[in-house]
């Protein structure tokens, strides 16, 4: 079902033939680039948090990890992710396929800034065997994104 949400939004964008589904996993940051044939920061993971008793998103490049302290100047909280059980019922989409297409309404969506080194990226798709390819333009206007943000350490 999360599949078709996420089918549904990007419908509305015409992008649906950057779809790809696969026969293996691509739950994971390194089951996906293998899946897809790309290098893993090229993966558009998408991280679920809780922030002010809200659900958030921040979409990071695969490699990147979040950084705390600039979490915390960011949002003003400690950074806590939400469980894994508690995901789909938050978010929208299980874990392993989540990502910032056909979320719930309340979800508030954030692009980190280790993305824009990339210009084509690969975010899931809703499933744990599905992705998208896009460009950063095209993340930008199918994630209905609040804002940009850095809050990821740096790449080495």
């Given at each position: 079902?999360?599949?078709?949400?996420?089918?549904?939004?990007?419908?509305?964008?015409?992008?649906?033939?950057?779809?790809?589904?696969?026969?293996?996993?691509?739950?994971?940051?390194?089951?996906?680039?293998?899946?897809?044939?790309?290098?893993?920061?090229?993966?558009?993971?998408?991280?679920?948090?809780?922030?002010?008793?809200?659900?958030?998103?921040?979409?990071?490049?695969?490699?990147?990890?979040?950084?705390?302290?600039?979490?915390?100047?960011e949002f003003h909280s400690k950074a806590k992710m939400i469980p894994a059980d508690d995901v789909e019922k938050l978010i929208g989409h299980a874990v392993?396929?989540?990502?910032?297409?056909?979320?719930n309404e309340n979800v508030d969506i954030y692009l980190d800034n280790s993305l824009k080194q990339f210009e084509i990226i690969y975010p899931a798709c809703?499933?744990?065997?599905?992705?998208?390819?896009?460009?950063?333009?095209?993340?930008?206007?199918?994630?209905?994104?609040?804002?940009?943000?850095?809050?990821?350490?740096?790449?080495?």
């Amino acid at each position: 079902m999360s599949l078709r949400k996420a089918k549904a939004h990007i419908q509305k964008y015409g992008l649906e033939n950057n779809i790809m589904e696969f026969s293996v996993s691509s739950a994971t940051v390194e089951e996906a680039a293998k899946a897809i044939g790309c290098k893993n920061e090229e993966i558009a993971k998408t991280l679920s948090f809780i922030v002010d008793n809200k659900p958030i998103l921040i979409v990071v490049s695969g490699s990147s990890k979040i950084d705390n302290a600039k979490y915390k100047i960011e949002f003003h909280s400690k950074a806590k992710m939400i469980p894994a059980d508690d995901v789909e019922k938050l978010i929208g989409h299980a874990v392993g396929g989540v990502c910032p297409f056909g979320v719930n309404e309340n979800v508030d969506i954030y692009l980190d800034n280790s993305l824009k080194q990339f210009e084509i990226i690969y975010p899931a798709c809703g499933s744990s065997n599905s992705a998208i390819k896009l460009t950063i333009d095209e993340l930008e206007k199918m994630s209905n994104y609040k804002k940009w943000v850095d809050v990821c350490k740096i790449d080495q």
